[in-house]
């Protein structure tokens, strides 16, 4: 689908009445007018599957986010590879989004926090390259290689809890396994104190409820920056072997130091890495318990570990899109004929990248050793890629792996298909996963 002229949007004013949002696409862009609204999952898709039904749209429809913001969801593989990785397309709102700067806008709260803080996920060109140096310095090999005991201490931890519930029981798996593995690893690896992890996951979590209103998400993006701006005071002054002291020295080191409110912003995209594992470990826990002739395959170590998560995480993101880019000029994408507006907002469908057809074969079916391999846009692609992919990665690994060295007869209780989905466009897992230990 090629798109027609570049059109303002209606009613998609800033609140000082600024420029409007710029929109590309006909009006035909969905069968029935106008363009579709993007829900997430629900009880009756997938993130995957609703990326699936925008493609019979094109490479790159219209749709449309909460808040009235309508953006161009790029659910072509080839094509969101080359947005992820051309200059052409930004994701610093205050730069490329018109009207952005002359006052806020009036958008859902599921949006805010996406596009209103300044760290290594919403920048561009150099400024993107000196905010993600210090990330990219602190979450070293070395990094990654310390807190691996610790990571294999806690899974042992969690795991030793869960042998007291007994094996004729259902337990939920993200409860009790899947989210208090990654919770308790960021804590360590933050140093956040005991006593304000409870209130710290609680409002972590609340950042990815895209059905939250403007208020709830204000709250829980205000307690998460209030605890992280007490991490970087302590930092300061007695900068500890952890990741916040690392990213401190790093910062520091640098030569354009960051300020307070940058090392703040710049964890929180290490917050967004906790809620991504709780999923990644919980899905591919999904994919293998539901197929046997794949966990064979695995825990008989035929195939690696890694090339399941491989598989796992193009089948089943934890991440299905991040809002927002923005085209940084006016262009057009010579291998597909899509134009794109200066300024128009672009949504990477990673969920519905990872599903086209154009670049896997029978793209639905769970196979660790799918030919052509796996990759997938799960981590990033171009200079936005995942820097914790490495820590994350290990840890999956770690976790997945033990589980199923104790509990070689786990199963599920329900079918995949009938376990709850986070109601998210922007996280993607289960919210519950009923497991018979066996």
């Given at each position: 689908?090629?798109?027609?002229?570049?059109?303002?949007?209606?009613?998609?004013?800033?609140?000082?009445?600024?420029?409007?949002?710029?929109?590309?696409?006909?009006?035909?862009?969905?069968?029935?007018?106008?363009?579709?609204?993007?829900?997430?999952?629900?009880?009756?898709?997938?993130?995957?599957?609703?990326?699936?039904?925008?493609?019979?749209?094109?490479?790159?429809?219209?749709?449309?986010?909460?808040?009235?913001?309508?953006?161009?969801?790029?659910?072509?593989?080839?094509?969101?590879?080359?947005?992820?990785a051309g200059p052409q397309v930004s994701r610093d709102a205050a730069r490329h989004w018109p009207g952005?700067?002359?006052?806020?806008?009036?958008?859902?709260?599921?949006?805010?926090?996406?596009?209103?803080?300044?760290?290594?996920?919403n920048s561009y060109g150099d400024d993107h390259r000196e905010l993600r140096a210090p990330i990219a310095?602190?979450?070293?090999?070395?990094?990654?290689?310390?807190?691996?005991?610790?990571?294999?201490?806690?899974?042992?931890?969690?795991?030793?809890?869960?042998?007291?519930?007994?094996?004729?029981?259902?337990?939920?798996?993200?409860?009790?396994?899947?989210?208090?593995?990654?919770?308790?690893?960021?804590?360590?690896?933050?140093?956040?104190?005991?006593?304000?992890?409870?209130?710290?996951?609680?409002?972590?979590?609340?950042?990815?409820?895209?059905?939250?209103?403007?208020?709830?998400?204000?709250?829980?993006?205000?307690?998460?920056?209030?605890?992280?701006?007490?991490?970087?005071?302590?930092?300061?002054?007695?900068?500890?072997?952890?990741?916040?002291?690392?990213?401190?020295?790093?910062?520091?080191?640098?030569?354009?130091?960051?300020?307070?409110?940058?090392?703040?912003?710049?964890?929180?995209?290490?917050?967004?890495?906790?809620?991504?594992?709780?999923?990644?470990?919980?899905?591919?826990?999904?994919?293998?318990?539901?197929?046997?002739?794949?966990?064979?395959?695995?825990?008989?170590?035929?195939?690696?570990?890694?090339?399941?998560?491989?598989?796992?995480?193009?089948?089943?993101?934890?991440?299905?899109?991040?809002?927002?880019?923005?085209?940084?000029?006016?262009?057009?994408?010579?291998?597909?004929?899509?134009?794109?507006?200066?300024?128009?907002?672009?949504?990477?469908?990673?969920?519905?990248a990872n599903l086209d057809p154009e670049r896997y074969e029978d793209p639905e079916r769970f196979d660790?050793?799918?030919?052509?391999?796996?990759?997938?846009?799960?981590?990033?692609?171009?200079?936005?890629?995942?820097?914790?992919?490495?820590?994350?990665?290990?840890?999956?690994?770690?976790?997945?792996?033990?589980?199923?060295?104790?509990?070689?007869?786990?199963?599920?209780?329900?079918?995949?298909?009938?376990?709850?989905?986070?109601?998210?466009?922007?996280?993607?897992?289960?919210?519950?996963?009923?497991?018979?230990?066996?």
């Amino acid at each position: 689908m090629t798109s027609a002229a570049v059109t303002l949007a209606p009613g998609l004013e800033s609140t000082d009445g600024s420029a409007a949002v710029l929109s590309a696409g006909p009006p035909s862009a969905s069968p029935g007018g106008g363009c579709p609204f993007l829900r997430g999952a629900t009880a009756a898709q997938t993130n995957g599957q609703e990326g699936q039904r925008l493609r019979a749209l094109g490479p790159a429809p219209v749709v449309e986010l909460p808040g009235a913001v309508q953006a161009r969801a790029v659910v072509d593989f080839a094509l969101a590879e080359r947005l992820s990785a051309g200059p052409q397309v930004s994701r610093d709102a205050a730069r490329h989004w018109p009207g952005y700067r002359e006052g806020p806008r009036s958008v859902d709260g599921a949006i805010a926090p996406w596009t209103g803080s300044h760290n290594a996920l919403n920048s561009y060109g150099d400024d993107h390259r000196e905010l993600r140096a210090p990330i990219a310095a602190a979450l070293t090999r070395r990094r990654v290689e310390a807190m691996t005991p610790v990571i294999e201490s806690i899974v042992q931890d969690v795991l030793d809890g869960l042998d007291g519930v007994g094996a004729e029981r259902n337990v939920d798996l993200v409860q009790s396994y899947a989210l208090p593995v990654p919770h308790e690893v960021i804590t360590r690896l933050l140093g956040v104190p005991a006593e304000h992890l409870p209130a710290f996951s609680a409002a972590a979590a609340g950042l990815f409820d895209t059905s939250a209103g403007a208020e709830e998400t204000a709250r829980s993006t205000g307690a998460v920056l209030a605890l992280l701006n007490q991490l970087v005071a302590g930092a300061r002054e007695h900068p500890g072997d952890n990741l916040v002291g690392d990213l401190v020295r790093a910062a520091d080191v640098s030569g354009n130091p960051l300020s307070d409110a940058a090392l703040r912003d710049q964890l929180m995209l290490i917050i967004a890495g906790t809620e991504t594992t709780v999923h990644a470990i919980g899905t591919l826990l999904v994919h293998l318990l539901s197929h046997p002739d794949q966990l064979a395959l695995v825990t008989s170590e035929q195939v690696p570990m890694e090339d399941a998560l491989t598989e796992s995480l193009r089948l089943r993101p934890p991440i299905a899109s991040v809002p927002l880019r923005f085209a940084a000029r006016q262009f057009e994408d010579a291998r597909s004929g899509e134009q794109f507006g200066e300024g128009e907002p672009i949504l990477i469908h990673i969920a519905g990248a990872n599903l086209d057809p154009e670049r896997y074969e029978d793209p639905e079916r769970f196979d660790v050793r799918r030919e052509g391999g796996s990759r997938s846009l799960a981590f990033g692609y171009g200079p936005h890629v995942c820097p914790g992919a490495a820590l994350a990665t290990r840890e999956i690994v770690i976790a997945v792996t033990r589980f199923l060295e104790r509990y070689p007869h786990a199963r599920l209780a329900l079918a995949p298909e009938l376990l709850e989905q986070t109601a998210s466009f922007i996280s993607n897992g289960y919210t519950s996963i009923a497991v018979e230990l066996g």
